[in-house]
């Protein structure tokens, strides 16, 4: 009776102090500081269509959105804010139309975000086996809300802490055995499918290698679901939805980290040393499925991950920095592998905490014109986590098998 009443003082307590949070963040910062156009432009696309009947994919709701956003149209430079998620991701966006104004809503959407990153990186450090003390658990959060591309979600409503939260969620509920969940949580991932468009395929190959039949069940059947339950209420959906990813490229800002490198930071490989680099990357990832699903120690899975997610943020077409937060997987790894490592191990761990979250913060500041985040921002994430994951593989195949960090 005692620990059920404890439990219930500790509820209410974290449902007070999450509310007095979110009137804060909308008071001091959402109310007077106009922003969050990555969740206003989800808001903005579902209140059209909730509200003013509108098709969420239609060129009536991107308007009504760059009005909200620009207060006016955009300009043939500006991105446009289109809607480009599946219709189903109404799921998670519809309820914050309930508010009508867009600065609560976006204080709420911002607390939430947080959590969902706090309960994300928790899960992880499950995952990967790592139990450090308080206070170096106290930093790991504090570092995984400060470092650029979380703080720059959580500031602009960036869905991709969402994504984050359902992969190492599945992840966790895949080491659990238990399957069907883990596989349906994942499909919260798929709202925005450029964040799992190559980690997908993966999972579920590896599942089917691994007859885990019940994974490939929850994941396709909640999928159908959603799917076939968007068509009931929008029969257009799924054609609209394709067309506005087929343009995207024309009303959306940004390329692809590999495309910067190969044009912008090293112009001299141009097209030719792009489409080399694309596949040599597609071609490493592949032989990094090849070995985890034919290890029968499962010791590579996480390693292949990590490839999987670092390759995946580098050829995407468009890509944004915040979506970097998927890479908290493997990063957290290398900490707890680095942790373990006696004597150098954990001054090493905190050394990179703070020159990451300094030296992206400063190389923003330094580089940014505008409001607009300059290309240089997509490459240190990526290259740099991708070139220890090679560089590193052996030892961190060890640290797998020592500290069972399996699926």
Same mark, same amino acid.
């Given at each position: 009776?005692?620990?059920?009443?404890?439990?219930?003082?500790?509820?209410?307590?974290?449902?007070?102090?999450?509310? *007095?949070?979110?009137?804060?963040?909308?008071?001091?910062?959402?109310?007077?500081?106009?922003?969050?156009?990555?969740?206003?432009?989800?808001?903005?696309?579902?209140?059209?269509?909730?509200?003013?009947?509108?098709?969420?994919?239609?060129?009536?709701?991107?308007?009504?959105? +760059?009005?909200?956003?620009?207060? @006016?149209?955009?300009?043939?430079?500006?991105?446009?804010? &289109?809607?480009?998620?599946?219709?189903?991701?109404?799921?998670?966006?519809?309820?914050?139309?309930?508010?009508?104004?867009?600065?609560?809503?976006?204080?709420?959407?911002?607390?939430?975000? +947080?959590?969902?990153?706090?309960?994300?990186?928790?899960?992880?450090?499950?995952?990967?086996?790592?139990?450090?003390?308080?206070?170096?658990?106290?930093?790991?959060?504090?570092?995984?809300?400060?470092?650029?591309?979380?703080?720059?979600?959580?500031?602009?409503? +960036?869905?991709?802490?969402?994504?984050?939260?359902?992969?190492?969620?599945?992840?966790?509920?895949?080491?659990?055995?238990?399957?069907?969940?883990? *596989?349906?949580?994942?499909?919260?991932?798929?709202?925005?499918?450029?964040?799992?468009?190559?980690?997908?395929?993966?999972?579920?190959?590896?599942?089917? =290698?691994? &007859? &885990?039949?019940?994974?490939? =069940?929850?994941?396709?059947?909640?999928?159908?679901?959603?799917?076939?339950?968007?068509?009931?209420?929008?029969?257009?959906?799924? *054609?609209?939805?394709?067309? @506005?990813?087929?343009?995207?490229?024309?009303?959306?800002?940004? +390329?692809?980290?590999?495309?910067?490198?190969?044009?912008?930071?090293?112009?001299?490989?141009?097209?030719?040393?792009?489409?080399?680099?694309?596949?040599?990357?597609?071609?490493?990832?592949?032989?990094?499925?090849?070995?985890?699903?034919?290890? /029968?120690?499962?010791?590579?899975?996480?390693?292949?991950?990590?490839?999987?997610?670092?390759?995946?943020?580098?050829?995407?077409? &468009?890509?944004?920095?915040?979506?970097?937060?998927?890479?908290?997987?493997?990063?957290?790894?290398?900490?707890?592998?680095?942790? /373990?490592?006696?004597?150098?191990? @954990?001054?090493?761990?905190?050394?990179?905490?703070?020159?990451?979250?300094?030296?992206?913060?400063?190389?923003?500041?330094?580089?940014?014109?505008?409001?607009?985040?300059?290309?240089?921002?997509?490459?240190?994430?990526?290259?740099?986590?991708?070139?220890?994951?090679?560089?590193?593989?052996?030892?961190?195949? @060890?640290?797998?098998?020592? =500290?069972?960090?399996?699926?």
């Amino acid at each position: 009776m005692i620990q059920r009443q404890s439990k219930g003082l500790g509820l209410v307590l974290m449902l007070v102090v999450a509310v *007095g949070y979110t009137w804060a963040t909308w008071n001091y910062f959402t109310r007077p500081v106009p922003g969050g156009n990555d969740f206003l432009a989800h808001y903005t696309a579902w209140e059209a269509y909730l509200k003013y009947g509108f098709n969420p994919y239609s060129d009536e709701a991107a308007l009504h959105t +760059q009005r909200v956003i620009y207060g @006016r149209l955009a300009n043939p430079s500006e991105d446009q804010n &289109r809607l480009t998620y599946p219709f189903y991701s109404i799921l998670l966006h519809a309820p914050f139309v309930l508010i009508n104004d867009h600065a609560v809503a976006r204080a709420v959407y911002m607390t939430l975000l +947080q959590a969902a990153l706090f309960a994300g990186v928790i899960m992880t450090l499950s995952l990967v086996g790592w139990q450090p003390p308080l206070w170096l658990f106290a930093i790991t959060l504090t570092w995984s809300l400060l470092y650029y591309p979380e703080a720059r979600g959580v500031i602009l409503g +960036q869905f991709a802490i969402f994504g984050f939260f359902a992969l190492a969620g599945a992840l966790l509920l895949l080491r659990q055995g238990r399957d069907a969940a883990s *596989g349906a949580l994942l499909v919260l991932s798929t709202f925005k499918p450029t964040l799992v468009f190559l980690v997908v395929p993966f999972l579920l190959m590896w599942a089917m =290698a691994r &007859r &885990r039949w019940r994974f490939m =069940a929850g994941f396709l059947g909640t999928l159908f679901i959603l799917v076939l339950g968007s068509w009931f209420v929008l029969p257009t959906w799924m *054609g609209d939805w394709l067309n @506005r990813i087929g343009q995207y490229s024309d009303y959306t800002v940004g +390329q692809s980290p590999v495309w910067l490198l190969t044009h912008s930071a090293l112009p001299a490989l141009g097209q030719v040393g792009e489409g080399v680099i694309v596949k040599v990357l597609l071609a490493g990832m592949v032989w990094s499925w090849w070995h985890a699903i034919r290890s /029968r120690e499962d010791k590579e899975f996480y390693w292949s991950l990590g490839v999987t997610l670092v390759v995946s943020n580098l050829v995407v077409s &468009r890509s944004a920095t915040t979506n970097y937060v998927m890479l908290l997987v493997p990063t957290l790894w290398l900490f707890a592998a680095f942790d /373990r490592v006696p004597r150098w191990g @954990r001054p090493t761990v905190l050394a990179v905490m703070f020159v990451s979250v300094v030296g992206l913060w400063w190389l923003h500041v330094a580089t940014v014109v505008g409001n607009q985040e300059q290309p240089i921002m997509f490459l240190p994430s990526p290259l740099a986590l991708g070139l220890v994951l090679m560089l590193g593989r052996a030892w961190l195949l @060890r640290d797998a098998v020592m =500290a069972r960090v399996i699926p």
